[in-house]
């Protein structure tokens, strides 16, 4: 569950940062260069705007898209909230409502949609409506499942320099959204994305960050961090949509103690009973170094349980500063050969 409350982007889970990021990219997305943030509802005739707890340049999302009427939710929520989910659009007489952006062909996209529904319509019925990726289905919004609201992001892979995306009815409520954000990536990261076949994309099921990263401007690609350094063996569960479904793991570690010579922190990493580590993980100070499966696992059940579980040797405990998760869909319909790496977040501890 996802509270759109007033803090600095603590309304999100967002994905960790490489290692291979270069001072370069620090020092070119500093200033926002390529970002697109859309205060969605905002009329056009009111200037961009700074956020001042985010520090990120919201502007109207009314030169993107035509049709749909403005909301706004209720003054009590207004003041418990970031100015950009005051305002929303909604669209109650069209099926399919697109946002149509220009982006550039073939860079990597970081693209956040956020929902807060507020009751701004007085109705008390939490919409449900599906997005959809150009012509293929990107996932299911509910916010009855979601009341405090509800986020979700992709990796998109641009194939033309023309990007949609798009809310579509399904039912008897109405498609609403609070923000569109678009972050354009550096092209070494999620460059595993051009080595999958065009009609598969992988889907991202959990996220834990990395450490070393805030938000903007402490990450550059606008990015929240929560840290793993427990006692005991470090535990994470989560459940699939699909119990069917095949996953791939990405972990990163990074030692971030200066530790004494004497001392020791080595972990296995072992899935649903299962080491998966062929030596024991010694992270390095300050050094990222990323591992992921290759060959595909999967949870009996839908149920999965990832441990990391220090060797007789350590008597430090388990660290984790990035973990994700993927799993495979396949896209039924290639408008453009297009790649996405789909998240959806939750918490699950």
Known sequence: MIGIMKSPHGILLVIFSFAA???THLVEAQNQEGFITLDCGLPLNQSPYVEP???IQFLSDENFIQGGKMGRIPANLESENLKPYSTLPYFPDEIRNCYDIRVEVGRNYLIRAMFFYGNFDELNVSPEFDMYIGPNKW???DLQKEPSGSGKEIIHISRSNSLQICLVKTGATTPMISTLELRPLANDTYNWLYLVPSNLTFVC????PLLFFGTYPKDVYDRTAIPKNLDGPLTITWRLENPDDQIYLYRHFAEIQDI?????REFDCVLNGETITINAINPKYLEIETMLTTIPKECNGGICRMQLIKTQ???LPPLLNG???YSVLQLPQLQTNETEGIRKYFFSR
Do not use: G, H
Not at 205 to 208: A, D, K, M
């Open 21 to 23: 990021f270069a001072i």
């Open 53 to 55: 707890e985010t520090e």
């Open 139 to 141: 996932t299911t919004i």
């Open 205 to 208: 099921i959990l996220v834990i």
């Open 260 to 264: 004494e010579a004497n001392d020791t």
């Open 313 to 315: 040797r350590s008597p």
């Open 323 to 325: 973990f994700e998760v």
